[in-house]
């Protein structure tokens, strides 16, 4: 695992242009100034003043509304717009020259073909499906470059990512619909589990603030052992299982509801439906 802030720094500051920075972009604006990316070289693009101040005023970085001019100023540019507006921003962007820039897409759903179509034109493209937890530097952010992305510019996009996360990189891009079920979605389904786990506690006696401190500490010690440890998952979770015990009744209750089943049929589903997303995108 790559350490947020650790020394997986671009080389030399390229100037990064975040169009449209919400959430997500500014976890990445934050994320590089701390590795000591100069904000000179960040730009950002919100649409009312307002967002557009609290950009510059938070990260002192150049702020303002005009994506195409940012983006004829960068290297490398994010499209963080949400899907539904991505078409638009392409639009925006067709008189735009991206010979020699990175274009790096957040948008869920939107291929790399896609993205092009609009664009007009079809420069080095990396696809990019980070998660909610990038917000806090401990973001899964699953990887697609096209064949034109050079070695430096994978490298610049991989470190772009690893600012606020780990990285993993596919060679298919149709399996970032699978990395958008698993990890796009996934802390949704953690957060569900540990929903239940707290109803349940308090269901059986316990008052719902210690349900949740139980529960919340549990599912962090729990992630941080598989974390560091060398053993696998399976491994992990024999050496809690004593024969007999309590925890191989409760496993053995899950076995019997089919969990490893039921949770293949619930990535299957949101894998299908990032799949007709895309579709309707296009």
């Given at each position: 695992m790559k350490i947020p802030g650790g020394k997986n720094k671009m080389r030399n500051p390229s100037q990064i242009a975040f169009l449209g920075a919400g959430n997500l972009a500014q976890s990445l604006v934050a994320g590089l100034l701390a590795q000591g990316h100069p904000a000179a070289a960040l730009r950002a693009t919100r649409r009312g003043p307002?967002?557009?101040?609290?950009?510059?005023?938070?990260?002192?970085?150049?702020?303002?509304?005009?994506?195409?001019?940012a983006a004829a100023w960068a290297e490398l540019v994010v499209l963080a717009v949400k899907p539904q507006q991505l078409a638009a921003l392409c639009a925006e962007l067709a008189a735009v020259d991206f010979t020699g820039k990175l274009v790096i897409s957040v948008a869920a759903g939107a291929t790399t073909a896609l993205i092009a179509k609009h664009l007009g034109q079809s420069p080095a493209m990396v696809r990019a499906m980070p998660n909610t937890p990038s917000r806090i530097g401990l973001g899964a952010t699953g990887l697609y470059a096209t064949p034109a992305v050079s070695p430096a510019q994978k490298a610049e996009a991989e470190a772009l990512f690893q600012a606020v996360g780990t990285t993993a990189w596919l060679a298919d891009e149709?399996?970032?619909?699978?990395?958008?079920?698993?990890?796009?979605?996934?802390?949704?389904?953690?957060?569900?589990?540990?929903?239940?786990?707290?109803?349940?506690?308090?269901?059986?006696?316990?008052?719902?603030?210690?349900?949740?401190?139980?529960v919340k500490q549990t599912a962090l010690g729990a992630v941080s052992l598989a974390e560091r440890s060398a053993e696998d998952l399976a491994e992990l979770r024999r050496q809690v299982t004593s024969k007999g015990g309590t925890?191989?009744?409760?496993?053995?209750?899950?076995?019997?509801?089919?969990?490893?089943?039921?949770?293949?049929?619930?990535l299957s589903v949101a894998t299908a439906r990032g799949r007709e997303l895309a579709q309707a995108l296009d």
């Open positions: 307002e967002q557009q101040e609290a950009l510059r005023t938070r990260f002192g970085i150049a702020a303002d509304g005009d994506n195409r001019e149709g399996l970032m619909d699978v990395v958008t079920a698993v990890a796009g979605s996934g802390p949704a389904y953690y957060f569900a589990f540990m929903e239940a786990m707290q109803a349940a506690a308090v269901n059986l006696g316990l008052d719902e603030a210690t349900a949740r401190i139980l925890t191989a009744a409760a496993l053995a209750r899950f076995e019997a509801g089919d969990l490893n089943g039921l949770v293949l049929d619930a």
